[in-house]
């Protein structure tokens, strides 16, 4: 058991160290972690996650460390990967903004946020490529057709400013009347 906290921890403390510009950009480097490298869980699983993530409150990353915690070790677990994946930003942040104040004219501050920039985009973008094509470990899709006409849906609905919160609702709707309780 205090290998899998250990293990936790470390897998935690690392997203939680290069997982810049937030719960999306972190969801690839969490994926890694959690399905690929560690294989507490299927990339179905992981994509549940994701979703009860994103309609609960509170950051991505940090709900999904304390749920994923939760399915590998139980209530400890959850604190365990919840702590490790807030103290690294706690700390940085800390250090931040004792400095930042007095250093966000500098030339070389203005350019490494500059150049994270793009980066962030591109981890958001890997995000959403992985959970558009998830593949299981028997190389099927677990995305079938309905759930592309939702994706559309709500991506149009997006585009013409519906509310998010009736589009998710919306959404859970249409998920019990296709896929059942």
């Known amino acids: 058991m205090m290998a899998v906290l250990f293990q936790l921890f470390v897998s935690y403390l690392k997203i939680g160290f ?8 972190m969801l690839s480097l969490i994926h ?3 399905v690929v490298r560690n294989q507490w869980l299927t990339n179905g699983e992981f994509s549940d996650i994701v979703a009860i993530s994103q309609m609960t409150p509170g950051p991505i990353a940090i709900n999904s460390a304390t749920y994923i915690g939760y399915e590998v070790a139980g209530l400890l677990g959850s604190v365990v990967a919840t702590v490790s994946v807030c103290l ?6 800390m250090l931040i903004t004792r400095f930042f104040l007095r250093l966000r004219d500098n030339r070389y501050v203005k350019g490494v946020v500059m150049g994270m920039r793009p980066v962030v985009v591109g981890m958001i973008a890997s995000a959403a490529l992985l959970l558009i ?12 057709c309905w759930s592309w006409v939702i994706f559309i849906a709500v991506m149009v609905a997006s585009v013409k400013k519906v509310n998010p919160i009736l589009l998710i609702v919306l959404s859970a709707v249409a998920g019990i009347v296709i896929y059942g309780l």
Do not use: C, N
């Open 88 to 93: 690294p930003a706690l700390t940085i942040m």
């Open 18 to 25: 290069f997982g810049f510009g937030g719960g999306y950009a």
């Open 133 to 144: 094509f998830p593949h299981s470990v028997d190389g099927r899709s677990f995305i079938d």
């Open 32 to 34: 890694s972690e959690v």
